[in-house]
């Protein structure tokens, strides 16, 4: 969608060029960019939408009105408005601040109103589960199938250190066998980051259990979101008050690598971070 003031004098919008974004990282998803990044950008485009509507009564704005007011508004209605934490804030802010700085790279808008703007990221301590908690979850019988599955991911999750996406996408030709013990050997499918883990009894004995010689992938594939609410009934039914995601196994991970010795560039690697910042953290 573009504006027009004159026959021959048009604009394009925000959100035009926050669809343009979307259909070139929809075209990049499975290569260097994954559904959740996708997600995560949609939300925020929903989100712009909301404030244009709700704040400004209008369904879309021509890029050549934006200005640093604009953000700083944005940022206000996410918190007040629509009550989201500061990083989920800083998080919206950020695609908006690259979506009109990737518009002014390609010559759409002669400046970019946003570049000085900034919101502190506030980073909450991480939760994670200590070793006597992760070998309580080990040890307890579900009744319910899908929570037993949930708890098994989780662990092997907490135990290996991947992620979501990289254990979904896991298959029997990442597994190699190295002076008689089982290692994953591959790359992060997010950051393309190589990485290798040897495989301890449990997480093997998980895959096993799991594996189908009619399936390519080595586990049953669950949207992430289900699997995430099916970990916060496991913790609950184990009795485990701390607020787990399913994200928190990687931290476990971490903490549990680092209480036994490892150093902090080899969990690092082990992550496949990017940046060791990011392990500290």
């Not at 290692?183 to 799991?210: A, M």
């Given at each position: 969608?573009?504006?027009?003031?004159?026959?021959?004098?048009?604009?394009?919008?925000?959100?035009?060029?926050?669809?343009?974004?979307?259909?070139?990282?929809?075209?990049?998803?499975?290569k260097?960019?994954?559904?959740?990044?996708?997600?995560?950008?949609?939300?925020?485009?929903?989100?712009?939408?909301?404030?244009?509507?709700?704040?400004?009564?209008?369904?879309?704005?021509?890029?050549?009105?934006?200005?640093?007011?604009?953000?700083?508004?944005?940022s206000?209605?996410?918190?007040?408005?629509?009550?989201?934490?500061?990083?989920?804030?800083?998080?919206?802010?950020?695609?908006?601040?690259?979506?009109?700085?990737?518009?002014?790279?390609?010559?759409?808008?002669?400046?970019?109103?946003?570049?000085?703007?900034?919101?502190?990221?506030?980073?909450?301590?991480?939760?994670?589960?200590?070793?006597?908690?992760?070998?309580?979850?080990?040890?307890?019988?579900?009744?319910?199938?899908?929570?037993?599955?949930?708890?098994?991911?989780?662990?092997?999750?907490?135990?290996?250190?991947?992620?979501?996406?990289?254990?979904?996408?896991l298959?029997?030709?990442?597994?190699?066998?190295?002076?008689?013990?089982?290692?994953i050997?591959?790359?992060?499918?997010?950051?393309?980051?190589?990485?290798?883990?040897?495989?301890?009894?449990?997480?093997?004995?998980?895959?096993?259990?799991?594996?189908?010689?009619?399936?390519?992938?080595l586990?049953?594939q669950?949207?992430?979101?289900?699997?995430?609410?099916?970990?916060?009934?496991?913790?609950?039914?184990?009795?485990?008050?701390?607020?787990?995601?399913?994200?928190?196994?990687?931290?476990?991970?971490?903490?549990?690598?680092?209480?036994?010795?490892?150093?902090?560039?080899?969990?690092?690697?082990m992550l496949?971070?990017?940046?060791?910042?990011?392990?500290?953290?």
């Amino acid at each position: 969608m573009v504006t027009c003031k004159k026959e021959k004098e048009c604009q394009p919008t925000l959100l035009s060029v926050y669809d343009s974004d979307l259909k070139r990282m929809s075209d990049r998803i499975g290569k260097d960019r994954s559904e959740r990044t996708l997600s995560s950008l949609k939300q925020g485009r929903n989100y712009v939408a909301s404030f244009l509507n709700s704040q400004m009564s209008i369904s879309d704005i021509s890029l050549d009105r934006l200005s640093p007011q604009f953000i700083h508004d944005f940022s206000v209605y996410l918190s007040a408005v629509r009550g989201l934490r500061g990083g989920t804030v800083w998080l919206n802010c950020q695609h908006l601040k690259g979506v009109v700085a990737r518009a002014h790279q390609r010559g759409l808008i002669s400046w970019n109103p946003f570049s000085s703007f900034h919101v502190p990221k506030k980073i909450r301590p991480r939760e994670y589960l200590t070793e006597e908690e992760l070998a309580r979850l080990i040890k307890h019988n579900f009744n319910n199938e899908k929570l037993n599955y949930a708890r098994d991911f989780f662990v092997f999750a907490a135990l290996t250190g991947m992620s979501y996406i990289d254990i979904c996408e896991l298959r029997p030709s990442d597994i190699t066998t190295i002076d008689g013990s089982p290692w994953i050997i591959t790359l992060r499918r997010k950051s393309r980051i190589p990485f290798q883990i040897r495989l301890l009894d449990i997480p093997y004995n998980i895959i096993c259990r799991y594996r189908k010689n009619d399936n390519v992938r080595l586990f049953d594939q669950i949207k992430y979101r289900t699997l995430a609410n099916l970990v916060k009934k496991v913790m609950d039914e184990v009795g485990i008050t701390k607020h787990i995601t399913l994200h928190c196994a990687r931290h476990s991970f971490a903490v549990l690598a680092l209480n036994k010795g490892v150093s902090m560039e080899s969990v690092s690697r082990m992550l496949g971070h990017n940046k060791i910042i990011t392990t500290q953290i």
